[in-house]
């Protein structure tokens, strides 16, 4: 039952934890309900603002606006050939969830991806990647309703604009649709990529000597809840900035002053630097100002130990992107989307 509700904490719908209001808040199971919602007055005068898990927003301010919380739910098989199979996933399913009735399914693409924190409908803002995969690898559609017309809107992998932690959704059309769901195409006879960070190191922990989906699924999960603050325990919201990348002259300068610089070479000649190794060096890893801080373990999540506002976690940010751009003249940019 769908219900606009006045002044609703978002404590509880978003990972940094912070406690932030939403002047109107409303939850919504179906395309349906999105096209009904569009035509109150509340939809029409206000600013709106789509939320999944809440796992990639910082809060600085309230919500002045209309707060939607995406749950449209449902996986289904639309597809297959001798190679695929095409399914097209509901915006408010759980990424976790679609990854595991791939492991399940054994179909290959997004194992890799096991454990991100968050929707589905969320996944291809970012483009979300990690251990060497990112869902451009996979998705094959994207189904929006746009903002003010409510028609459906079809996008193909390449008018998403994939790049890294990017698309055509986080920046150009930013709030101008809402993602209703998602078609990933998924391999029946998958290639697996476990040369990426820990898999290898993890799969042989595990004496797997010949992977498949389902055993790399448990390696990354393991590895993760190793590394990786837990937001039901402490509020963050993943990496907080991106990885730079950097022109080859650039990468030869600074590794000639810092010779301990991680990096690693990109396909165009140019350079990904470690942004969590840059804000280590600069002596931030660990620390604290009040309830914000850098995790101990991992320098590129920001923390909410407790009741650190928005705007305290920004600052410490600011802090973080200045230090770094005087140390080693590199311009940190933030990942997670702030409000
Ligand atoms: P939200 O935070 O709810 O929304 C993110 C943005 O998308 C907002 O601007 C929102 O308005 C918009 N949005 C959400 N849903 C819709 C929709 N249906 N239609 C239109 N706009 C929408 N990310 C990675 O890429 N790789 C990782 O390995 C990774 N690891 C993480 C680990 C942890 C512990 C945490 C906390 C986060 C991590 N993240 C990672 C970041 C985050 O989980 C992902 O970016 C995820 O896709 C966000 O999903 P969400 O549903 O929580 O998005
Ligand atoms: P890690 O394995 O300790 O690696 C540190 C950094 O080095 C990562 O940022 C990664 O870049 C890069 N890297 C490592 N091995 C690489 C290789 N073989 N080739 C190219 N680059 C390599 O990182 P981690 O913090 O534990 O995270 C593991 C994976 O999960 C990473 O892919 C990371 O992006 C992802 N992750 C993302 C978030 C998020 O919120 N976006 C949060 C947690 C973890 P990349 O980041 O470009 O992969």
Known sequence: MML???????????????????????????????????????????????????????????????????????????????????????????????????????????????????????????????????????????????????????????????????????????????????????????????SYGAIEQELKKMEITQPDIKAISKAVISIRNSKLPNPAEIGNAGSFFKNPEISKKKYEQLKEKHPNVVAYPLENEAYKLAAGWLIEQCGFKGKRIGDAGVHTQQALVLVNYGAAQGTEIYKLSQQIIEAVLNTFDVLLEREVNIY
């Open 4 to 194: 606009i509700q006045p002044d609703v904490s978002l404590k509880k719908y978003h990972t940094f934890g912070t406690d932030v209001y939403a002047r109107f808040f409303v939850e919504i199971h179906s395309e349906q309900e999105f096209k009904e919602i569009q035509q109150h007055d509340v939809f029409k005068k206000n600013t709106i603002l789509v939320l999944g898990g809440g796992s990639n927003i910082l809060f600085t301010k309230n919500v002045d606006g209309l707060v939607i919380k995406n749950s449209l739910k449902g996986v289904e098989k639309i597809k297959e050939d001798d190679t695929h199979v095409f399914v097209k996933v509901a915006a408010g399913e759980v990424w976790h969830s679609f990854v595991l009735w791939c492991v399940a399914h054994n179909l290959g693409g997004v194992e890799n991806l096991s454990l991100i924190p968050g929707c589905v409908g969320a996944s291809p803002m970012q483009n979300i990647g990690a251990y060497g995969v990112e869902i451009k690898e996979v998705c094959h559609q994207v189904q929006a309703l746009d903002m003010k017309s409510g028609e459906l809107r079809v996008f193909s992998n390449a008018e998403c604009e994939f790049g890294y932690r990017e698309s055509v959704f986080k920046h150009r059309y930013k709030n101008g649709f809402f993602i209703t769901a998602v078609v990933f195409k998924l391999n029946k006879k998958p290639v697996f990529n476990t």
